[in-house]
């Protein structure tokens, strides 16, 4: 019967720690995971894509690069510029640790030492954000290195 227990019990810390796959595609709400964009002008749109804690950083800003090079193609320019990116945890905890504590007492009837040991098996639930503040463009891509050819991206960034 313990074994029962003990395994039930691990069956629920392992469900506890996975987490949704990141999927490709519009975010539902402003808190949900995937992308939103804002068009700020005519060639000119803000660009974020966010990822549940599976992606990092860099997966996460290239999910975002994907969607601005689909938004190049999609008002039909070849190129984009980033003029301004960031990437940052939002919301959610660091997650689980390990702990150690030792304490003594002793008094009229004797002393005691005690070891205490605690597992944190809360799952690390921080999610990146990228945001992206891109210009299209048409014509010979500039040389800087924040300059992007839509079609390369596209062909280089898993959906």
């Given at each position: 019967?313990?074994?029962?227990?003990?395994?039930?019990?691990?069956?629920?810390?392992?469900?506890?720690?996975?987490?949704?796959?990141?999927?490709?595609?519009?975010?539902?709400?402003?808190?949900?995971?995937g992308y939103?964009?804002?068009?700020?002008?005519?060639?000119?749109?803000?660009v974020?894509?966010?990822?549940?804690?599976?992606?990092?950083?860099?997966?996460?800003?290239?999910?975002?690069?994907?969607?601005s090079?689909?938004?190049?193609?999609?008002?039909?320019r070849?190129?984009?510029?980033?003029?301004?990116?960031?990437?940052?945890?939002?919301g959610?905890?660091?997650?689980?640790?390990?702990?150690?504590?030792?304490?003594?007492?002793s008094?009229?009837y004797?002393?005691?030492?005690?070891?205490?040991?605690?597992?944190?098996?809360?799952?690390?639930?921080?999610?990146?954000?990228?945001?992206?503040?891109?210009?299209?463009?048409?014509?010979?891509?500039?040389?800087?290195?924040?300059?992007?050819?839509?079609?390369?991206?596209?062909?280089?960034?898993?959906?």
């Amino acid at each position: 019967m313990q074994r029962i227990a003990v395994s039930a019990l691990l069956a629920l810390v392992l469900a506890a720690c996975t987490t949704t796959p990141t999927v490709y595609g519009p975010a539902a709400t402003s808190s949900a995971t995937g992308y939103r964009q804002t068009k700020i002008e005519d060639d000119r749109f803000r660009v974020s894509f966010r990822a549940n804690p599976d992606l990092k950083a860099p997966q996460v800003e290239d999910m975002a690069l994907r969607r601005s090079a689909e938004i190049a193609l999609e008002n039909g320019r070849e190129w984009f510029l980033v003029v301004n990116r960031f990437t940052e945890l939002v919301g959610g905890t660091s997650g689980g640790g390990t702990s150690v504590g030792v304490g003594g007492s002793s008094g009229s009837y004797g002393s005691s030492v005690g070891v205490g040991i605690g597992f944190d098996l809360t799952p690390d639930s921080r999610r990146y954000e990228s945001t992206l503040e891109i210009l299209l463009g048409s014509g010979a891509k500039p040389s800087s290195p924040d300059a992007y050819d839509a079609r390369a991206i596209l062909s280089r960034t898993p959906a």
